[in-house]
């Protein structure tokens, strides 16, 4: 029999071959257990275990580190109301998530401050707002009710209102006000 000097070559390829997709496949699923950690960390910062609710909050943009930001969400969105988010609203922002505790410099303060700067898209918010409703049930680590975010939301909106004082509060303001809290007290029936 005679050796083919190309059989050779072709077995070093197909040898390289299925290396290269074994370390694929071996990097694939390491990125999958990777992302189902995260999912868990996630779950565990706001004490759920429902792996939707998680993985929900993660194609939102939540991470460990940022979820702490989620019950802002609503406040946030008030200070959006209006189309901008003035200096008053934005220092009342701030101040709200460092008594949440928010620390400066974190991620979580980094991806605020993003929002400030650019209006998160509708849809954030409202599922943000369906998931702090389903939520904001005992057990969970939300450490929030549904009538301190409806403060923080009527401080928002006090914060850069009126003249002298006078209709603090706009009408685009007011009819945020009250989707966010029917949205929020509609699920604590």
Not at 6 to 29: N, V, W
Request: charged share 35%.
């Amino acid at each position: 029999m005679v050796d083919d000097p190309l059989s050779g070559k072709k077995r070093a390829h197909e040898e390289d071959y299925f290396q290269k997709r074994d370390l694929e496949l071996i990097e694939k699923a390491r990125r999958q257990a990777q992302a189902q950690q995260q999912l868990r960390e996630l779950g565990e910062r706001v004490g759920i275990t429902d792996p939707e609710i998680s993985r929900e909050l993660a194609e939102l943009g939540f991470t460990p580190e940022t979820v702490k930001l989620l019950p802002l969400m609503p406040v946030l969105e008030m200070a959006w109301a209006e189309g901008g988010v003035t200096p008053e609203e934005r220092k009342m922002v701030v101040e709200v998530a460092r008594a949440r505790g928010v620390e400066d410099g974190s991620a979580a303060d980094s991806q605020l401050t993003e929002w400030l700067d650019r209006r998160p898209e509708e849809s954030v918010f409202r599922r943000a707002g369906r998931l702090i409703s389903a939520m904001l049930v005992p057990g969970t680590r939300l450490n929030i009710t549904p009538d301190d975010i409806i403060k923080y939301c009527e401080a928002i909106a006090d914060a850069s209102g009126g003249i002298f004082g006078i209709r603090r509060m706009s009408s685009d303001e007011r009819a945020t006000l009250g989707r966010i809290a029917k949205e929020i007290k509609s699920r604590q029936k």
